[in-house]
């Protein structure tokens, strides 16, 4: 698929090529070069809802946070 260099350095991303990698309007893609090649990949965010359960449950003592964060409880 070919595609043109426009202003500024601009590209258009194909429709179908979008769609096949569930590509929308804001999302942030990686750019670097390889070999003579251009490599575009989408940026993999990680979300607290991905990673919840991992290192188990979390315990967190409300008295030690409130130390932390130079809060007197009394």
């Given at each position: 698929?070919?595609?043109?260099?426009?202003?500024?350095?601009?590209?258009?991303?194909?429709?179908?090529?979008?769609?096949?990698?569930?590509?929308?309007?804001?999302?942030?893609?990686?750019?670097?070069?390889?070999?003579?090649?251009?490599?575009?990949?989408?940026?993999?965010?990680?979300t607290?809802d991905?990673?919840?359960?991992?290192?188990g449950?979390?315990?967190?003592?409300?008295?030690?946070?409130?130390?932390?964060?130079?809060?007197?409880?009394?």
């Amino acid at each position: 698929m070919e595609v043109s260099l426009r202003e500024k350095g601009r590209i258009t991303i194909p429709a179908r090529i979008r769609r096949a990698l569930g590509l929308r309007e804001g999302d942030r893609l990686q750019l670097s070069a390889e070999g003579g090649a251009i490599i575009l990949k989408p940026k993999e965010i990680v979300t607290a809802d991905d990673i919840r359960g991992v290192i188990g449950p979390l315990k967190v003592d409300l008295q030690e946070v409130e130390e932390a964060l130079g809060r007197d409880l009394s």
